[in-house]
């Protein structure tokens, strides 16, 4: 009876998900597989347009604004950057405060009831585990397919201009925020790190396009940013702000959001993301602060993930420096190839058993978590208990603790009271916790290397198998136990050799941890920031950043890193710091498409339609001719600006000739947020306009929405040259064109330097003529054809060739 209810409401709170309204689109059931064919991106990809198109509704918008307005979009940013931090900075404390009390209460109902019958002890754990992980994977295959994994990989591929359908939705960001709570809390094998970065970069893309039509949470004030240049600086303030707040490392999140997503960076941007992390870091010490006095149920000292070992070993001998070199040749081993089984195992997983459904979705998370939990429990019950050393009054560390407490030395299936059960302090104990263990100074011949190796065997077993199942899952933290357990292997290996009375094995846990990071996801400078950040010890950074150069280079020696190696597998055609070495070989005419498919400047409607269904293509030369017949390419036309065009209709024409835009004779009708594409979503598509029979008929000028000005490359340049140009600022189209046959000027730096005062006291490094040209500029604004050359010459040009 109780089931068929709890079914019931399923169901009804199913269906009122789903009557929602529907304006943001994309959801699909294979978020971040991309299928692509034939060279054309598939449905489940698209480019980003951080050209700027200046077009003729783009050159009336500057001319009405001044410099009030470049102050007030300035504020704005700063301001949102404001709004970023905050919203980050609580959802990091609403996740975390969930985990810990959902792990707080498990762990002491489960403590309670052993105390009677393990049996039933073993039932309640697992069942508590099951529903957690149920309840994650359920939001996310029924409700947000986006949400599942780090999510990671597909914001660097947005930073890099790749728009995945899905992933920066509101409802993305639900389910991110309650499936890391249920899959973190049911003691997967998995962190909420990462699907943190990917709920700060949902929140600063929602507020950049000012909140979610979809489930009317839009606000008309907020929709400020129109480009998708100003919402990919947004997004990068959110990946930072991500992993400030996951690691309470503010600098730590900047280097990181300029380490490894971005692919363009600005000083100005990095004021902003900095701004970001420093109100992260406010936001979450005021909660810490306020949780200190109770108000917080069982979030305690752990939660927010920060292990200080400053009274730690403070130094280190030369003859250390080879044991700490072998943890980083382990952790690049180690690391290429939990990189290499994940790739397989996550290959089979998208292709095979993924495609049967979302049953089989279910049932595979909710199987991991059964071996998990069966793991976590059994195995510290076949260890036997060891006794409580001598109790130390100035270390502060008390034997034996109570399983899901913070502390060392666990009293688990133990037949003594002043016994504790090694397996279970670091297995049967949330992962924050099981680290602080693995870190802590002091606690000598706590752990026997058998019960470190048999953690170290099935938890990175649990790790490998347990991602890319259906559920948020990050691998900052499992990579972290990963490593600290065969760190303080080595350091109770240097201990007994070495026999000195001040080396810790904490210090070379936290090397291990370091190592694995570093062999797994190629990470360094940011990296080695967030690990002194967490551990609140300078002193080991030296022996920090040796351990990680080594890893690197030796997992770079297998295979590449975890989320370009994830990016692969979800077919996101990400654009590396580096072109490849065959390209410099080859030269550009050899790279781009046989086939140009192009509009006339004045084009029928139904020409319009026919090509735009006919093929994928997202740009389109538009060609006019001269008075003597010569073609002359006048410009690029987005098929999205060309879809507004045709589900608006006011622009429809009879004529077949091109119409006059000079001097204002025509009367602007679009404006450029009209052309602006939702994040994350399909946007308008030719199955969504509706002509009729009378309007195919019709005729559309493009020259005064086309972008006159796109980058050209000769046919002969090196694709080495075109890549770093395309990457480099970011473009989605570029022309290759016959070598030029003549030159009509030549820019130098000189030239750039152009200041808005003439009393400057730099105005000696222009030369005559830029000054001269400059004044001209200034004394003729009144002049509309001088405010657009290049635009107004166009059209004049293209009038009266008609």
């Known amino acids: 009876m109780l089931s068929n209810h709890f079914q019931n409401g399923i169901e009804t709170a199913r269906l009122a998900w789903s009557r929602l309204p529907n304006a943001e689109e994309g959801e699909q059931e294979d978020i971040g597989l991309v299928q692509r064919s034939d060279g054309s991106s598939g449905g489940g990809v698209e480019s980003l347009d951080y050209e700027v198109v200046e077009n003729y509704a783009y050159w009336e918008e500057q001319e009405q604004r001044g410099k009030l307005y470049v102050g007030y979009y300035v504020m704005v940013k700063w301001f949102f950057s404001l709004l970023i931090g905050i919203g980050t900075g609580l959802a990091a404390v609403f996740i975390n405060l969930s985990v810990e009390n959902f792990a707080g209460w498990k762990f002491a109902l489960t403590f309670s009831i052993i105390q009677k019958s393990y049996v039933a002890g073993f039932i309640v754990y697992v069942l508590i585990n099951l529903v957690l992980v149920f309840s994650s994977v359920y939001i996310v295959t029924n409700f947000a397919p986006a949400a599942a994994g780090s999510g990671i990989p597909e914001i660097k591929g947005y930073l890099n201009g790749i728009d995945i359908h899905g992933i920066l939705l509101f409802r993305t960001l639900i389910g991110k925020i309650f499936g890391s709570i249920g899959s973190v809390g049911g003691g997967l094998a998995l962190g909420k790190e990462g699907p943190l970065v990917h709920t700060g970069a949902c929140i600063a893309s929602l507020l950049g396009q000012g909140g979610s039509t979809k489930y009317h949470l839009s606000s008309r004030w907020l929709q400020v940013f129109t480009s998708d240049r100003d919402r990919r600086d947004l997004v990068t303030c959110g990946c ?70 400053s009274g730690a070993q403070e130094d280190y001998s030369f003859e250390e420096m080879l044991p700490m070199a072998i943890i980083g040749v382990i952790g690049g081993l180690l690391g290429a190839l939990f990189n290499q089984l994940t790739r397989y195992i996550s290959y089979w997983r998208r292709n095979h058993l993924h495609k049967k459904g979302n049953r089989v979705k279910i049932i595979e998370a909710c199987l991991v978590s059964l071996i998990t939990s069966f793991i976590s429990f059994g195995l510290p019950l076949l260890r036997k208990c060891s006794p409580c050393p001598d109790s130390d009054p100035d270390s502060g560390i008390e034997c034996p603790r109570p399983p899901g407490m913070y502390g060392n030395y666990v009293n688990f299936y133990c037949s003594k009271d002043k016994e504790y059960n090694d397996l279970a302090t670091i297995f049967f104990n949330t992962q924050d916790d099981a680290i602080r263990n693995l870190f802590s100074a002091k606690t000598i011949h706590e752990y026997s290397a058998q019960s470190l190796l048999t953690f170290l065997v099935m938890f990175y077993t649990l790790a490998v198998v347990t991602f890319g199942t259906a559920v948020p899952a990050g691998q900052f933290v499992p990579g972290i136990m990963i490593g600290s357990t065969y760190g303080r292997l080595v350091g109770m290996f240097v201990v007994n050799f070495y026999k000195k009375l001040h080396i810790e094995e904490g210090t070379y846990a936290l090397l291990g941890a370091a190592s694995f990071l570093g062999g797994s996801m190629r990470m360094t400078v940011s990296l080695c920031v967030i690990m002194v950040e967490i551990t609140n010890n300078l002193k080991l950074l030296p022996l920090i950043m040796l351990v990680l150069l080594i890893s690197k280079a030796v997992g770079d020696a297998f ?165 770093n140009l395309f ?21 130098t730096r000189k030239d750039l330097l152009i200041e808005d005062n003439e009393e400057s006291a730099t105005v000696e490094l222009q030369s005559t003529s830029v000054r001269a040209r400059h004044h001209d500029r200034r004394f003729s604004m009144g002049n ?17 060739s008609s």
């Not at 989320?563 to 597998?569: D, F, G, N, T, V």
């Not at 389109?620 to 507004?644: A, K, Q, W, Y």
């Open 559 to 723: 295979n590449e890193g975890l989320y370009e190696e994830q990016a692969q597998l979800r077919g996101i055609p990400l654009l590396e710091s580096r072109p490849k070495y065959h390209m410099r070989k080859m030269a550009a005419k050899e790279a781009c498409g046989q086939r140009v498919v192009s509009f006339p400047r004045v084009v029928k409607v139904a020409d319009v339609v026919s090509i735009l269904r006919s093929n994928k293509h997202n740009g389109f030369p538009v060609i006019d001719h001269t008075r003597n017949g010569e073609t002359l390419v006048i410009g690029l036309m987005l098929r999205s600006h060309m879809l507004v065009l045709l589900q608006s209709k006011v622009d429809f024409q009879h004529s077949p000739l091109p119409s006059d835009t000079r001097a204002g004779s025509r009367p602007i009708r679009h404006t450029p947020s009209e052309f602006v594409k939702p994040v994350s979503s399909k946007g308008l598509t030719l199955d969504d306009i509706h002509l009729s029979p009378d309007d195919l008929e019709m005729y559309i000028d493009l020259a005064p929405f086309l972008n006159p000005s796109p980058y050209i490359v000769p046919e002969d340049m090196s694709l080495t040259k075109v890549y």
């Open 727 to 747: 990457r480099q600022l970011g473009l989605r189209h570029i022309f290759v064109v016959p070598r030029p046959s003549r030159v009509i000027g030549l820019i």
């Open 784 to 800: 509309e054809d001088a405010e657009r050359p290049l635009l107004n010459g166009l059209l004049v040009q293209g009038h009266t």
């Open 240 to 309: 930072a702000a991500g992993v400030a707040a996951a690691f309470r490392a503010p600098v730590g999140g900047v280097l990181f959001a300029l380490e490894e997503v971005t692919s363009w960076w600005r000083s100005q941007l990095m004021w902003r993301v900095f701004f970001t992390s420093a109100v992260v870091a406010v936001v979450v010490r005021t909660a810490m602060g306020w949780c200190k006095s109770g108000n917080c149920g069982h979030f305690g000292s752990g939660g927010f993930i920060i292990w200080d070992i």
